[in-house]
């Protein structure tokens, strides 16, 4: 009997983690931005990621695949996938690094257990893979495509430097803040 009752709430559990990825992913993507921006390096901080714009639609589908779904979250995610060949691949990584990091804390904080936390895993997996295949097949057509096809629309990124030099924050210039 007592195996029964871990099985239901370990399904309660599931199903509370699911519901939340599927109707606050705004919640989960907030802390991956925040995160995003405190880890990029100072004064190199990109006011656009490559991610952003597909982070919740990503976090939508991959609740969907907690509930059991069967088919790849990434393959479902409709939006734009930005690559940038000036940011390179490990840009993609940090950020996908950023975005793994909030899920699984996400889902720890809910109750979710190793079965929720390996298809985040794997839903993050085939979402990396198929990001750097496509952004190696920019800078060469003849490379291998993705074995996991994005289900969005992917563009090439085209980055302009920027003409205004940004103040460390700890810099005092007189003028009083605004808020």
Request: proline letters at 6%; charged letters at 35%; aromatic letters at 6%.
């Amino acid at each position: 009997m007592r195996k029964a009752l871990d099985m239901n709430e370990r399904g309660r559990k599931a199903a509370v983690l699911a519901r939340f990825y599927r109707q606050q992913p705004d919640r989960i993507a907030a802390l991956w931005r925040r995160m995003r921006l405190a880890t990029e390096a100072e004064g190199a901080v990109a006011p656009l990621g490559q991610l952003d714009g597909l982070v919740e639609p990503f976090i939508r589908e991959v609740g969907r695949t907690l509930e059991g779904e069967e088919s790849s979250p990434w393959s479902r995610t409709r939006a734009v996938l930005r690559l940038s060949p000036e940011r390179g691949a490990r840009a993609l990584y940090d950020e996908f690094a950023a975005l793994r990091r909030c899920l699984v804390d996400a889902s720890e904080v809910l109750g979710g257990g190793d079965w929720e936390r390996e298809r985040i895993n794997r839903a993050v997996d085939e979402a990396v893979d198929s990001a750097v295949a496509l952004l190696q097949r920019l800078k060469d057509p003849r490379a291998d495509g993705p074995r996991v096809a994005f289900g969005g629309l992917v563009v090439e990124y085209f980055e302009r430097p920027s003409r205004v030099k940004r103040a460390p924050p700890d810099a005092k210039d007189g003028r009083p803040a605004m808020h």
